[in-house]
């Protein structure tokens, strides 16, 4: 068993409640855990990160308009689209070259990074040495 009063009293104080009645500063008032901040109330209600938004306000019958009317707009941009001789195909081959090409890239920066960590240097420096385009 500890005799020591220190510890005693430091044991005693880390296990029980915080009373404001017993805790008191003359100049703060009663401690509290939560600090106070003079520039945001601290003791306020909950309030929702998430945010209701004007669509959340609209009638079921009045979105569904708005997704039609929307969706009338994107056919007849399709149209104008498919009139001035593009292809859905076309696009979409495209949008898969520009996956591989952003892959391919990828890959490149990474064995420049690596290069330039072996040779202790800056990758920018590769740039210049391999002679290419810093906005490539």
Do not use: C, W
Request: no cysteine.
């Amino acid at each position: 068993m500890n005799t020591d009063p220190s510890v005693e009293t430091q044991h005693s104080a880390l296990h029980s409640p915080i009373s404001t009645s017993e805790t008191k500063d003359p100049k703060k008032g009663p401690l509290r855990r939560t600090p106070y901040s003079k520039f945001k109330k601290v003791h306020s209600n909950f309030k929702s990160p998430l945010q209701v938004t004007e669509s959340a306000k609209v009638s079921a019958a009045e979105e569904v308009a708005e997704l039609q009317r929307r969706r009338e707009q994107l056919d007849t941009e399709i149209a104008q689209l498919e009139a001035e001789g593009y292809s859905v195909e076309e696009l979409e081959h495209h949008i898969d070259m520009l996956h591989e090409y952003n892959d391919i890239k990828d890959i490149g920066q990474t064995l420049l990074g690596r290069i330039a960590a072996l040779r202790g240097t800056t990758t920018r420096d590769l740039y210049a040495q391999f002679g290419l385009e810093l906005d490539d």
